[in-house]
């Protein structure tokens, strides 16, 4: 049964960091395109940032230049790292893991930025 486990969320400050990991299980992890999606309160769930297998990388607008998605093909694992953090991207964050027509998500983290 596929899973996709999130973990790293939590509460910082403006202008600072935080690093999310998203553990799958149950697929074959390296045949999949590897993404993370944000959803606020009252808004659309977005596209923060996607990995394909061979590394390449694709980012939302509001979080390029200060967001960086990785991924570790042996360990199962997909990574975004945010630094310089904004209230505006307080919001829940979830894994997404997709191939052609099979797509799987995670339950969500949640990460809130305030002061």
């Known amino acids: 049964q596929a899973q996709l486990v999130e973990s790293g969320g939590g509460l910082v400050q403006p202008g600072g960091s935080l690093r999310l990991s998203c553990a799958a299980s149950?697929?074959?992890?390296?045949?999949?395109?590897m993404s993370w999606y944000r959803q606020a309160p009252g808004k659309e769930r977005e596209l923060v940032a996607g990995i394909w297998y061979g590394d390449n990388s694709n980012y939302g607008d509001s979080v390029k230049g200060r967001f960086t998605i990785s991924r570790d093909n042996a360990k199962n694992t997909v990574y975004l790292q945010m630094n310089s953090l904004k209230p505006e991207d307080t919001a829940m964050y979830y894994c997404?893991?997709?191939?052609?027509?099979?797509?799987?998500w995670g339950q969500g983290t949640q990460v809130t930025v305030s002061s």
């Open positions: 149950g697929f074959t992890f390296t045949g999949y395109y």
């Open positions: 997404k893991a997709q191939r052609i027509a099979s797509i799987y």
